[in-house]
């Protein structure tokens, strides 16, 4: 079946460092999102990428989606305490979303 | 708009013990969800709906049932409890691609 496979599935980092996680998928997506989820919270939607080599910013988040759509990462500049969480990734399909294993970041101040 | 909501927030359970974990939304969507995560794990599909009136299977519904007799409305059905359902369970809604995620029910099978 569809596998959405996500690296690495941990990171520590010094604040101020940079982030990135991967997200890498056999056959061709159709789309991605990212989700991020707070230590003992819930999901929360980030970002939809629907186009080859799609690039979109928000702020310190910078969002890739490969040119074969086969791939998509997301990168943190500079990260701050406030980036803690697990991200994730997911593609949608027919109104399902199939997630990676997710990423969980941790921030030293 | 209140969002998604889900009842209870904490639960224990006694194996072969049964419960419905609710979960509402006020923004008419027609999409709705039931994912579990295990601890340092993603989220699976157990089932989703489509409209009112209409279920199907996710990728792990063994143990669980649900129904959608109104657009709003979303319980799943854990008829015996076992300890492998030991999880954290989150009901979603989407009208198109974005879901958004209900706050969670923690759930302890013992």
């Known amino acids: 079946g569809q596998q959405v496979m996500q690296i690495p599935q941990y990171q520590h980092v010094q604040e101020g460092e940079d982030f990135t996680t991967y997200c890498n998928s056999s056959?061709?997506?159709?789309?991605i999102q990212w989700y991020k989820q707070r230590p003992g919270g819930h999901p929360v939607f980030l970002i939809q990428l629907v186009k080859s080599g799609e690039v979109k910013k928000q702020k310190r988040l910078t969002f890739q989606f490969g040119e074969a759509k086969k791939n998509s990462s997301l990168h943190i500049t500079a990260t701050q305490t406030t980036d803690v969480g697990t991200y994730f990734c997911?593609?949608?399909?027919?109104?399902?979303?199939?997630f990676g294993q997710g990423t969980t970041l941790q921030v030293k101040p | 708009n209140a969002g998604v909501t889900q009842t209870p927030k904490f639960r224990i359970l006694k194996i072969g013990q049964s419960m419905t974990l609710q979960c509402t939304q006020d923004m008419n969507h027609n999409y709705m969800y039931w994912y579990r995560q295990d601890p340092g794990m993603g989220l699976k599909l157990i089932y989703y709906?489509?409209?009112?009136?209409?279920?199907d299977k996710g990728e792990v519904p063994n143990g669980y049932n649900v129904s959608r007799s109104t657009t709003e409305d979303f319980p799943l059905r854990l008829e015996l409890a076992a300890p492998s359902q030991t999880s954290v369970y989150f009901c979603?809604?989407?009208?198109?691609?974005?879901?958004?995620f209900g706050p969670g029910t923690r759930l302890l099978v013992l």
């Open positions: 997911a593609e949608s399909n027919t109104g399902k979303l199939i």
């Open positions: 979603a809604s989407s009208a198109q691609e974005t879901q958004y």
């Open positions: 709906s489509v409209g009112a009136g209409i279920t």
């Open positions: 056959t061709t997506l159709s789309n």
